[in-house]
Structures are given as structure tokens and as C-alpha cells.
């Protein structure tokens, strides 16, 4: 059974910095892209950031370049997203993604993966 679970969400006070993980197991990924999405209460999930299976080729939502970093470790299956200079705008459940086949397919569109983590809730306060 394939899994994807998320962890390091939290509190925090805007400005100030998180570190999300994503740990997959019942499969490697290591040959696929997986990405980053969120979603607010009342609003769709949008896109938040993705990375190819060599972490190669990055992709960030306008909203979060130059402040969030995705990553991973192949070897532990395992992929993160560094989030710093948090906003309250930031607040909201990250979802990661894996997409089931090689290729990046397109990044940024929901429909390109197809395993889903339960979700981590990240709360930026001003």
C-alpha cells in the first residue's frame, strides 16, 4: 500500500520559517516528479512547488518564489519543502504529491499525480 505521509507542520509567527517532509513508502519515487500543493479553508488546492525525480528541474506557485525550497533524498524516499519569510496569506493544509509515472508531466496541474498524502496544516500569525 502506497503512502505519502506529511509532517512539520505547525504554528508560526509571520517572517518566520517551517520545514515540511514527505515520506513515502509501499514504493519508490525516485524515478518520478512530486510536488507541493495547498489549499486554504473555502478555497481549491492550488499548486505550491515540484521538482523532477533528480531534483533537477524545480517549479514554484509566483506566490512562493525565493522564499519556499523544494528538495529530496532519493535514498529515503523523501521529499521536503523549506518554507521562510512565512505570511499569514501562507496559512493552509500542504498536500504532497507523487505522480505515478516517469516524467514530469505538467507540474503544476493537480491531475499529474497520482498518490496523495493526508495532508499538514501550517498557521502563520502576525
Known amino acids: 500500500q502506497v503512502q505519502l505521509v506529511e509532517s512539520g507542520g505547525g504554528l508560526v509567527q509571520a517572517g518566520g520559517s517551517l520545514r515540511l517532509s514527505c515520506a513515502a513508502s509501499?514504493?519508490?519515487?525516485?524515478?518520478?516528479?512530486m510536488g507541493w500543493f495547498r489549499q486554504a479553508p473555502g478555497k481549491e488546492r492550488e499548486f505550491v512547488a515540484a521538482l523532477s525525480w533528480n531534483g533537477g528541474a524545480t517549479y514554484y506557485a509566483d506566490s512562493v518564489k525565493g522564499r519556499f525550497t523544494i528538495s529530496r533524498d532519493n535514498a529515503k524516499n523523501t521529499v521536503y519543502l523549506q518554507m521562510s519569510s512565512l505570511k499569514p496569506e501562507d496559512t493552509a493544509a500542504y498536500y504532497c504529491a507523487a505522480r505515478g509515472i516517469v516524467g514530469l508531466g505538467t507540474p503544476n496541474s493537480r491531475n499529474g499525480y497520482n498518490y496523495w498524502g493526508q495532508g499538514t496544516q501550517v498557521t502563520v500569525f502576525s
Open positions: 509501499g514504493r519508490t519515487f525516485s524515478r518520478n516528479a
